[in-house]
């Protein structure tokens, strides 16, 4: 773990000293220090139409099409589907729990922010496989305040390539999760890593 996340922790932790249990705090030590594996994504829609199938295109009728873009670029759009997520601790064979209140996820492609959003149902997190149902905004991500446009073209391009191109892209998240003190984000995004042979994605 980073530095400056050990110092975060440290500040909760003395924080909410005499309010919070030591297996609450156990618990959300674990979870930052978890390994987070994204095992399959299903029913993934966007603003009501199935994109699961979709490869490019010409795969969607022009009247989606036009809905989809107009969405976009107003920052209308909206996802729902079920992420299977697994999150492995350093213990496993300790049963933990932690109640994520909202989800800020970004989508980079080569290194680059492309897209970004916020889920802000809550989630409940226990370690092994979770099934979670989510819906979430999806917008451009912005360099230096300007929507990057070209980090979704490229998006788009790698997609209607019909190529594997999961090893180009990164995944990450940033949860808020509920203490006994109020909502507490983490300082840093966690990175989502995919197995090879996820042929769900």
């Given at each position: 773990?980073?530095?400056?996340q ?99 996820w970004?989508?980079l ?24 149902p ?38 990450r ?29």
């Amino acid at each position: 773990m980073k530095f400056k996340q050990l110092y975060f922790w440290a500040i909760v932790v003395s924080l909410m000293a005499g309010t919070i249990s030591c297996k609450q705090a156990a618990d959300l030590k674990a979870f930052t220090e978890a390994n987070y594996k994204l095992q399959g994504i299903e029913d993934l829609r966007l603003n009501g139409v199935d994109v699961t199938d979709k490869r490019s295109p010409f795969d969607f009728r022009s009247t989606q099409g036009d809905s989809l873009l107009n969405a976009f670029t107003t920052n209308k759009l909206k996802a729902t589907t079920i992420l299977y997520l697994d999150v492995q601790m350093p213990e496993p064979e300790v049963t933990r729990s932690m109640q994520v209140t909202s989800l800020t996820w970004q989508l980079l492609v080569d290194g680059r922010e492309t897209l970004t959003g916020t889920v802000t149902q809550p989630l409940h997190l226990t370690n092994g496989l979770n099934k979670l149902p989510v819906t979430s905004s999806v917008a451009l991500a912005e360099v230096e305040g300007l929507q990057n446009y070209e980090g979704f073209s490229l998006l788009t391009t790698l997609i209607s390539s019909g190529q594997d191109v999961r090893d180009r892209m990164e995944f990450r998240i940033k949860p808020t999760i509920e203490t006994p003190v109020g909502p507490i984000t983490l300082p840093d995004y966690i990175t989502v890593t995919k197995p090879s042979d996820t042929a769900a994605l």
